[in-house]
């Protein structure tokens, strides 16, 4: 796990009480997000498919969580497809983040990415940055966060994440550019530019989850 803040936030500076970080009204993983954009260009309008509901995986570890051998074919599982992704009719980026305690735990890069043939699936990702790329031929096709899981084979759902469960002293929560979503997390929909953030945090010193990514130019 990496302790080191992406975009030149200190941990001194990004640590908030336990009574500051719970104020606000949860959004429901099962609506868009307010404030969200189309996931395609204005001119083709939203995607208009029904939204998918990717079975969670059962690998309950702690992490860090390898890349499974056969991620491609859990992504398939899940509802995604294996293409080039020349002339693609979605094309867009979310950034994910995940904290334990005050430790980042790096998103694994190729998830989604087939060892073989080197196909990827419509959500992969290419490094450990946290960017999540959708590429799709499907203009109507939606994407949810359990789809990446699903692929990493990590459990995913409102009470586990991996091996973590909360309790008395510990939460989990995950948060959509900043505001917390209630409901399972796996249902949240991904949109252009969006920031996840899922936090697995004691109670006395937290982390304050980022509202926003700084995409590197050209994502």
């Not at 074919?73 to 005050?102: C, N, P, S, W």
């Not at 060892?115 to 994407?143: I, M």
């Amino acid at each position: 796990m990496n302790r080191h803040l992406r975009g030149g936030v200190g941990v001194a500076a990004a640590l908030l009480t336990l009574s500051s970080l719970a104020a606000g009204t949860p959004v429901s993983a099962h609506e868009p997000p307010p404030g969200a954009g189309p996931a395609v260009s204005p001119e083709r309008g939203a995607p208009q498919g029904p939204l998918p509901h990717p079975k969670a995986a059962t690998n309950a570890e702690l992490p860090p969580w390898p890349v499974p051998e056969d991620s491609a074919r859990r992504g398939a599982d899940a509802g995604l497809k294996l293409d080039t992704m020349e002339g693609a009719l979605q094309h867009f980026h979310v950034h994910l983040d995940i904290f334990v305690g005050l430790d980042r735990v790096d998103v694994a890069p190729d998830i989604g990415i087939d060892k073989r043939t080197g196909l990827p699936a419509d959500l992969h990702t290419h490094d450990d940055s946290g960017v999540l790329h959708v590429e799709s031929h499907d203009a109507n096709a939606r994407f949810v966060l359990g789809q990446l899981f699903a692929m990493w084979n990590v459990r995913f759902d409102e009470t586990h994440l991996g091996a973590l469960t909360p309790d008395a002293t510990h939460t989990y929560r995950t948060y959509l550019n900043g505001t917390l979503v209630g409901g399972d997390p796996a249902r949240i929909e991904l949109r252009p530019h969006d920031q996840i953030s899922v936090m697995f945090q004691g109670d006395k010193v937290r982390i304050k989850p980022p509202a926003s990514y700084d995409f590197p130019p050209g994502l």
